[in-house]
């Protein structure tokens, strides 16, 4: 398997632009995660879901931002309209079970000029 | 709150140095505890694991040994190589959910 995808792996956009970031889990994992990785805040839980349906959002950090699973082998993150401070990298996650190992992708660094 | 904190790096060592990196946690109940890398340009991965007091997680060389009476997780390895820097997380998973919580990050440089 070639693990957990996500594209663009950089997106450089200007305030106030729409960003969708993209994330291909692991075949056949069920669960999927959204995380945030800062300097200020090191690495936050944005939201995850199981079976496709999202399941704990608490860490989304306003309306701004929106996470959706279509279906079992896609998910987007998309920010709209972007802010400067939410320039970060962004990682995606997946796992086999809600207490198994989570297997990160590369991350998409985002910057929000 | 669940919460991970561990030494600031960054740390630097020489080739076939001590590595030790400081990891406690607070936690509800029974977490558990993880060590995670990341290379430049990559996502995490998992280094090794515990899931319950006195179990020691180990790969690669690294050690970490669940102590609950002092909530520590330390990261330990004999002797570190040069393919060894990255940035290491310790990251704790709460016993009743699936808010992972992570460390700030230690980043070692090891080198020749």
């Known amino acids: 398997d070639a693990g957990v995808i996500q594209s663009p792996r950089h997106e450089v956009t200007e305030m106030g632009q729409e960003v969708t970031l993209r994330c291909k889990p692991i075949s056949g994992h069920d669960y999927l995660f959204w995380y945030r990785q800062t300097m200020m805040r090191g690495l936050e839980l944005l939201i995850y879901?199981?079976?496709?349906?999202?399941?704990?959002d608490s860490g989304m950090p306003e309306d701004r931002f929106s996470a959706k699973m279509p279906n079992a082998s896609f998910s987007t993150l998309k920010i709209q309209p972007s802010e400067p401070r939410d320039s970060a990298v962004y990682f995606c996650?997946?796992?086999?079970?809600?207490?198994?190992?989570?297997?990160f992708g590369a991350g998409t660094r985002l910057s929000v000029l | 709150g669940n919460s991970v904190t561990q030494m600031e790096g960054p740390v630097t060592l020489s080739e076939e140095a001590f590595l030790t990196i400081n990891c406690t946690y607070t936690?509800?109940?029974?977490?558990?505890l993880f060590w995670y890398v990341q290379y430049p340009g990559e996502g995490l991965q998992l280094l090794l694991k515990?899931?319950?007091?006195?179990d020691k997680g180990s790969n690669k060389g690294f050690e970490a040994t669940y102590r609950k009476e002092t909530t520590s997780f330390h990261l330990e390895k004999g002797s570190v190589q040069v393919s060894d820097s990255a940035v290491y997380f310790c990251?704790?998973?709460?016993?009743?959910?699936?808010?992972?919580?992570f460390g700030a990050g230690t980043r070692l440089t090891v080198k020749p």
């Open positions: 515990a899931t319950k007091a006195d």
């Open positions: 996650a997946s796992s086999l079970g809600a207490k198994n190992i989570q297997y």
């Open positions: 936690a509800t109940g029974y977490p558990s």
């Open positions: 879901f199981n079976n496709n349906v999202p399941i704990d």
């Open positions: 990251a704790l998973r709460p016993y009743n959910n699936n808010d992972m919580r």
